[in-house]
């Protein structure tokens, strides 16, 4: 429900697995793969608020897949540490971004032309890539990320984008996720049991979110980025 509301259920699931002893990338690969079926139980929760987002799906599906797969490339590469010193600034940024949102549209509106010219299509584009591989490594705070790259884009409708980032998180997951299980790099006994949780908590956090308002959904999201900053740099 919390990655379906706010994009954080990797500070739940992650940690749990390292606890119990999981080998940190193999953890980060498991948990990667239980949440892309909560991602699309999220995206079907909304998928009702999906109507004329069709240039927002054409613009950044690709650059989701594409950055998904090389964030997952990188974390079977690279040692899961040296990463995890960066995420707790980096979901801190993400949670001001959302948190300044509405300031941030006010001024992105008052030009018009600046927003629509061609470069600001191709940066938005690749912020996605970015975040895309930032969540194909590890993920933390992805849906916080892109509902800030959203808002960013004029989009105001906070269940909108709601559908728009479980929609990309499926792209992100799945293809991760599929890469993952290509190299033999996840548990599945792990994975399946919090498949089970992802999947109910998924749809029935989308159902929550729409009943909450807004801006409880945007304080939630703004709550869940503080939180999981704090308890990352009180791990160090």
């Known amino acids: 429900m919390v990655n379906s509301v706010a994009g954080g259920g990797t500070l739940l699931t992650f940690p749990t697995l390292v606890w119990l002893g999981r080998d940190p990338i193999l953890a980060n690969a498991s948990n990667t793969l239980a949440l892309w079926p909560g991602s699309v139980a999220g995206m ?9 987002t069709r240039k927002w799906l054409l613009l950044l599906s690709g650059p989701s897949v594409v950055g998904g797969l090389v964030g997952a490339i990188l974390l079977l590469k ?17 949670t001001l971004l959302l948190a300044l949102q509405e300031p941030l549209q006010r001024f992105l509106l008052s030009n018009r032309s600046y927003h629509e010219s061609a470069w600001w299509w191709a940066g938005a584009a690749c912020f996605q890539f970015l975040v895309a591989v930032y969540g194909g490594y590890f993920g933390a705070g992805i849906g916080i990320l892109m509902l800030a790259v959203l808002g960013l884009l004029h989009l105001t409708d906070i269940y ?18 599929i890469y993952f299980v290509a190299a033999g790099s996840v548990s599945w006994s792990d994975s399946a049991v919090m498949a089970v949780g992802a999947i109910s908590g998924g749809y029935g956090g989308a159902a929550i979110a729409q009943k909450l308002g807004r801006k409880a959904v945007r304080g939630i999201a703004v709550a869940v980025g503080l939180a999981m900053t704090i308890s990352l740099l009180l791990k160090r």
């Open 44 to 52: 079907l929760g909304f998928r009702r608020h999906l109507g004329g």
């Open 78 to 94: 690279t040692p899961s540490e040296t990463f995890a010193h960066l995420v707790p600034y980096l979901i801190l940024a993400a």
């Open 160 to 177: 909108q984008m709601n559908g728009l980032k479980n929609f990309f998180a499926f792209c992100i997951n799945g293809v991760a996720a």
